[in-house]
C-alpha cells in the first residue's frame, strides 16, 4: 500500500499499435530461440485477436507493464514489439493507442531508453 500523500501512477506508457488481427496463439512451424536465447512457450488458446505494438525489450522491462484496460492481457515481447491479445476488447485497429501502468523497473528502464520519446506533464 503507498502511504498517504504519494502516488504510483504518475507515470504511464502510451505505444502506437502497428497491426491488429486475428491470429492463432500458437505459431506455425518449429519454434526456435528468441533474440534472448530463450525458446518461448505458447498455450494454445485458439484463433485470439492479436495487437503488436512498437514497444519492445530493447525499450523496456516488459515484465513491469500492466495495460490500462483489464481485459488487455500482455502474451509476448521481442526485443522491438509487444503482443497483446485483446480478444475481449472489440476493436483495437493500427494507429491506435494503447496505454499502461508502469512499475519503477519498467520507468528505470523507458527513462533511460534513447528510443522511447518521453513528454513530461505538469
Known amino acids: 500500500m503507498c502511504p498517504p500523500g504519494l502516488k504510483q501512477d ?7 499499435v502497428i497491426e ?3 491470429k492463432s496463439s500458437v505459431p506455425i512451424g518449429e519454434i526456435g530461440k ?4 530463450e ?4 498455450e494454445n488458446k485458439g484463433d485470439m485477436r492479436r495487437a503488436i505494438v512498437a514497444i519492445g525489450k530493447q525499450d523496456c522491462y516488459i515484465e513491469g ?10 502474451i509476448g515481447a521481442s526485443s522491438d514489439h509487444m503482443i497483446l491479445d485483446v480478444t ?3 476493436d483495437v485497429k493500427a494507429g491506435d493507442t494503447i496505454g499502461f501502468k508502469v ?8 527513462m533511460t531508453s534513447n528510443y522511447v520519446y518521453k513528454k513530461f506533464i505538469d
Open 65 to 74: 507493464l500492466t495495460p490500462l484496460d483489464e481485459r488487455m492481457e500482455i
Open 20 to 22: 491488429a488481427g486475428t
Open 88 to 90: 475481449s476488447v472489440g
Open 10 to 16: 504518475i507515470t504511464i506508457l502510451k505505444a502506437e
Open 103 to 110: 512499475t519503477y523497473s519498467a520507468m528505470l528502464s523507458l
Open 39 to 42: 525458446v518461448p512457450v505458447f
Open 34 to 37: 528468441n533474440s534472448f536465447g
